[in-house]
């Protein structure tokens, strides 16, 4: 497979997963807002800002609808839901001779559905909206294409975007201290209350929910299943890997993380629950770059090599 159509292959799943996730964190924190009186609007509003990856703007109060234009409908903003979309359509574009037709026409649609502007009131609408045109789109490649290559990389891509977007919401958890969303919250958010409901058997719990959304290994959207499931990939892409130990550097990387969720104790974890989160956002983000630079080499300048005299 061409390098150019792996990596846009890639970047569609990591796109598709973002602007899900982006959806499910602001929804969870907006409506918080909108909730609870006594959060300072302003600093939870660039908290979160920050925690998505967003640049804080100086020197202006920071609302509710700041948040949806800057995180949600903005074109040209990198950590947007608009953005996200538009580049898992334009990667689509690049790729066309190997995106299925049902894919493209779900992306394009969803592109070209995509509001420029989101009333406060209408915006729990707009990210349910979002989330169902993702769960298209990953439908669509699920159930109709070869589990070749291609599959691969957009799992790839699907599995490293997952895990740091769970971090991200964990993460988010603390920062509005107290006043902060509820574990069931972040549970729902997630789609996560029902699967913890028959794993636990009780009301949400600070270490059981957590426990849960870090470590689970049977719910999808853990760190520990999105982590387990992007080296599992990477494995399939290499074909002498685990012969002689790990030698690729985006497998070493997660495997790094991995173990140092899976073997610290958990209450540890929660004692600095941002700082761990920060670490699994810096692994996901570290093997991205190792990845392209094996599969997608773009500064690599083509030699001409003669005949042997």
Same mark, same amino acid.
């Given at each position: 497979?061409?390098?150019?159509?792996?990596?846009s @292959? /890639?970047?569609?799943?990591?796109?598709? &997963?973002r602007s899900?996730?982006?959806?499910?964190?602001?929804?969870? *924190?907006? +409506?918080?807002?909108l909730?609870? #009186?006594?959060?300072d609007?302003?600093?939870?509003?660039?908290?979160?800002v920050?925690v998505m990856?967003?640049?804080?703007?100086?020197g202006? *109060?920071?609302?509710? +609808?700041?948040?949806?234009?800057?995180?949600?409908?903005?074109?040209? *903003?990198?950590a947007?839901?608009?953005?996200a979309? $538009?580049?898992?359509r334009?990667n689509a574009?690049r790729?066309?001779?190997i995106v299925s037709t049902? @894919?493209?026409e779900c992306?394009n649609?969803?592109?070209?559905?995509?509001?420029?502007?989101?009333?406060?009131?209408?915006?729990?609408?707009?990210f349910?909206?979002?989330?169902?045109?993702a =769960?298209?789109?990953?439908?669509?490649?699920?159930?109709?294409? !070869?589990?070749d290559?291609?599959w691969? /990389?957009?799992?790839?891509?699907?599995?490293?975007?997952r895990?740091?977007?769970?971090a991200r919401?964990?993460?988010?958890?603390?920062?509005?201290?107290?006043s $902060?969303p509820s574990? %069931?919250?972040? @549970?729902r958010s997630c789609?996560?209350?029902?699967?913890?409901?028959?794993?636990?058997? $009780?009301?949400?719990?600070?270490?059981? =929910?957590?426990?849960?959304?870090? @470590?689970?290994?049977?719910f999808?959207?853990?760190?520990? /299943?999105?982590?387990?499931?992007?080296?599992?990939?990477?494995?399939?892409?290499?074909?002498?890997?685990?012969?002689?130990?790990?030698s690729?550097?985006?497998?070493r990387?997660? $495997? +790094?993380?991995?173990?140092?969720?899976?073997?610290?104790p958990?209450?540890?974890?929660?004692e600095?629950?941002?700082? *761990?989160?920060? &670490?699994?956002?810096?692994? %996901?983000? &570290?093997? !991205?770059? =190792?990845?392209?630079?094996?599969y997608?080499? %773009? !500064?690599?300048? #083509?030699?001409?090599?003669g005949?042997? =005299?």
């Open positions: 497979m061409l390098s150019r159509i792996a990596e @292959l /890639f970047w569609i799943g990591r796109y598709v &997963e899900d996730g982006t959806a499910r964190i602001l929804d969870v *924190h907006l +409506q918080l807002l909730e609870d #009186p006594w959060i609007e302003d600093t939870a509003c660039r908290s979160l920050s990856g967003g640049e804080v703007p100086d202006q *109060h920071l609302g509710r +609808q700041d948040v949806i234009t800057l995180l949600a409908v903005d074109r040209t *903003h990198p947007s839901i608009a953005y979309i $538009g580049a898992a334009e574009r790729a066309r001779e049902e @894919l493209w992306l649609a969803t592109y070209t559905g995509m509001p420029k502007r989101v009333a406060g009131d209408k915006s729990h609408s707009f349910r909206w979002v989330r169902d045109r =769960a298209l789109a990953i439908g669509v490649v699920e159930s109709a294409t !070869s589990r290559d291609a691969l /990389f957009f799992s790839l891509g699907r599995a490293i975007e895990a740091d977007m769970t919401l964990l993460a988010t958890r603390s920062l509005t201290e107290a $902060g574990w %069931t919250t972040i @549970l789609g996560a209350y029902e699967a913890y409901l028959r794993s636990y058997r $009780g009301v949400p719990s600070t270490r059981n =929910a957590a426990e849960f959304l870090l @470590l689970d290994r049977l999808p959207r853990s760190i520990m /299943f999105a982590v387990s499931r992007a080296e599992e990939h990477l494995r399939s892409l290499d074909p002498n890997s685990g012969r002689v130990g790990v690729d550097r985006a497998q990387v997660l $495997g +790094q993380i991995r173990s140092e969720l899976e073997f610290r958990i209450a540890e974890i929660l600095d629950l941002p700082k *761990h989160m920060a &670490e699994v956002q810096t692994a %996901t983000s &570290e093997a !991205s770059e =190792a990845i392209r630079r094996r997608f080499p %773009t !500064s690599a300048v #083509p030699v001409w090599i005949e042997n =005299a």
